[in-house]
């Protein structure tokens, strides 16, 4: 007893001395990336490390923030090397872990140098996120968790590193993070926390645009444009003036920022991976060259860069308790990504609408692809709400096939729906006086900050709610996270004053998307998703195809004897509202031709919604300029 005791004694101290010293030293690293192989998809990059004599353990972040999956692209770390003193040392990859390494360091050392190579994804490798394609000949992103490695025993915040980046020749960039100094083409950043440099990317780039949204105003934001050509920079006036919209409309929505100043960082490139990625003070936006000169590729986009920059104030600002970790290697837990993402949709999309990046119309086109989308979702028989944001980490890898009846992240989707709903409520019960703005204004605003994290739980989102409105809230999203249909959550659009419909007419926002995927988007018809060459990428279940015996994977030949192209296929499904005759697929499976009839005389069906007059129309006043 005595002996436990003493020993007892002596680790409490030794935790106690590892405390204060951990207070007082925490590490400071050098980073120095070199960019000048952009071109060549590959980023150079020397860290110094402080160390002593032992085992110097060091991660590379595994969990990375926004994308809400272990998905640090480790497998992309490659000429790792570590020296002390000039010497090689030894290093081994941790068995339980591969995004640990240990290295040997001998006595007398007391910096470890490591060099180490990123290799970049390219277009065909279908890399998602970050990991994905982020260098074209022109322009390059740098992540920097991509490049950097961290020592073992310390907080994200506590950690600090000097940053530096060489950039290729006459490139510019874009970044958040403060600049010391600036010598041709290399650059020294001011030194961060290592929760602040992977929270800050760079774009960089030969054609590059540095717009000003709101010159001279408080909370300065600004977009940093990297494109693949000089032409797509050359946007309408119209939308420079929507963009600077966007800055002012946040701030009527939230009351106040919790950045410095805001960097959209907009990467426009057919050879980059294309998804969106928050930060605090930037986002890392990513789509087509052209979308800012095509029309039709921005008004699909046009909510890319609003859902981003929401995510300043709803997801980096105020975060989910158990989404929030002191470093990289804990595991991000999803289970309330409908507020998380959800919320942002909804948020997002009203923001592209205040701005003027779409107007009331495509608001509502936008919307009803959304809800059709949901209403259309077997899968909510099985899958819940819920069970999509806990299995988020899994279903944001989820393949196309099956994808209705696996469900994949509709937390985004149908939490739209939802908080649409949440926000008709509000307004229905306050006669018109109070809407989701109220929430946003008590949840994400609060007097101005730098960036800081503020997190929430379940209980804090139904307080919120209760306090700009009494509700039953706990209920609402009890059952809205528990339910299972049949159907979309249509309630929010209901009690807006509009209906979903749908007709033979195709709505632009949804002949756009038909035209980006080169498809045929038979979801509501016959349940079916067809590729450009007949190959089915997915089937409803219940709905005629399925019900036929066609799946996922199987391809399409020939429509009623004849060859299938997309618009044969579309002719022939108008043909038969007027015909007995079933429709009759040729389809390809395993190499095995097989004739399926379909009956099914419904013509084609594209959703819209329509004005239901016996209610007011508050979807109008949502997307009205504040
Ligand atoms: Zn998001």
Redesign the pocket.
């Known amino acids: 007893m005595t002996f436990a005791r003493y020993v007892f004694g002596v680790v409490s101290s030794m935790l106690t001395i590892c405390v204060i010293s951990m207070a007082a030293v925490a590490p400071h690293l050098t980073i120095a990336v070199d960019a000048t192989d952009a071109p060549r998809k590959i980023f150079h990059a020397q860290l110094t490390i402080p160390a002593s004599s032992g085992t110097l353990t060091l991660y590379y972040p595994k969990w990375i923030p926004?994308e809400h999956a272990p998905s640090g692209p480790v497998i992309d770390v490659t000429g790792l090397k570590f020296t002390g003193n000039g010497h090689l040392l030894n290093w081994r990859r941790a068995l339980d872990d591969n995004w640990t390494v240990n290295v040997e360091v001998p006595g007398g050392v007391n910096e470890v140098h490591a060099s180490l190579d990123f290799v970049c994804a390219t277009p065909e490798d279908n890399t998602l996120f970050s990991s994905g394609a982020s260098a074209t000949d022109k322009l390059a992103i740098i992540s920097w968790n991509q490049v950097v490695l961290y020592p073992k025993g310390w907080t994200s915040d506590q950690i600090t590193y000097s940053p530096s980046v060489r950039f290729p020749s006459g490139w510019k960039f874009g970044t958040a993070l403060q600049v010391a100094s600036h010598t041709g083409d290399e650059v020294q950043f001011e030194p961060v926390s290592l929760y602040t440099l992977v929270d800050s990317p760079i774009i960089t780039g030969q054609y590059f645009k540095l717009f000003p949204m709101n010159p001279g105003q408080e909370f300065p934001a600004e977009m940093d444009i990297a494109a693949d050509s000089p032409a797509a920079l050359q946007a309408p006036p119209e939308l420079w003036e929507h963009y600077q919209n966007v800055p002012k409309q946040a701030l009527a929505l939230f009351g106040t920022t919790h950045y410095r100043d805001y960097h959209f960082l907009f990467t426009l490139s057919d050879y980059v991976a294309h998804f969106?990625?928050?930060h605090h003070e930037s986002n890392d936006s990513r789509t087509y060259e052209r979308t800012m000169v095509d029309p039709q590729l921005r008004m699909l986009h046009a909510s890319l860069l609003t859902?981003?920059y929401?995510?300043s104030w709803n997801?980096k600002y105020r975060r989910p308790a158990d989404l929030t970790t002191s470093d990289y290697q804990q595991i991000m837990q999803d289970d309330l990504l409908w507020v998380?993402?959800g919320l942002?949709?909804y948020l997002?999309d009203v923001l592209a609408a205040r701005s003027g990046l779409w107007d009331a119309d495509q608001y509502r086109q936008n919307l009803s692809a959304v809800a059709a989308y949901m209403d259309h979702r077997s899968g909510r028989t099985w899958r819940n709400l819920q069970d999509t944001a806990d299995s988020a980490a899994q279903l944001y890898y989820a393949p196309h096939q099956w994808d209705s009846w696996r469900r994949d992240t509709d937390y985004?989707d149908e939490g739209e729906l939802d908080w649409l709903w949440a926000d008709s409520i509000i307004r229905r019960q306050s006669n018109g006086k109070k809407s989701i703005d109220d929430f946003c204004k008590i949840f994400h605003g609060g007097p101005h900050t730098a960036p800081t994290v503020k997190t929430y739980n379940f209980d804090d989102v139904v307080s919120t709610l209760n306090q700009v409105v009494a509700y039953d809230w706990r209920g609402f999203w009890a059952e809205r996270l528990a339910n299972h249909g049949p159907g979309a959550p249509l309630g929010g659009i209901e009690n807006a004053g509009w209906k979903l419909v749908y007709d033979e007419s195709r709505s632009d926002m949804l002949r756009a998307w038909e035209d980006e995927r080169r498809g045929v988007n038979a979801s509501y018809s016959v349940g079916l998703l067809a590729a450009e060459d007949g190959v089915i990428e997915d089937t409803i279940e219940g709905l005629p195809a399925a019900r036929a015996g066609i799946g996922a994977g199987m391809k399409i030949i020939a429509v009623n004897g004849r060859r299938f192209t997309i618009q044969v296929f579309r002719d022939a499904l108008t043909a038969g509202k007027n015909s007995k005759e079933p429709l009759q697929l040729i389809v390809e499976n395993t190499d095995y031709v097989r004739t399926f009839n379909l009956d099914y005389h419904g013509g084609e069906k594209y959703p819209h919604l329509v004005r239901d007059e016996s209610k007011p129309d508050m979807l109008t006043d949502i997307v009205r300029p504040r």
């Open positions: 926004g969106g990625l928050e859902h981003e929401v995510h997801g998380y993402e942002t949709e997002g985004y």
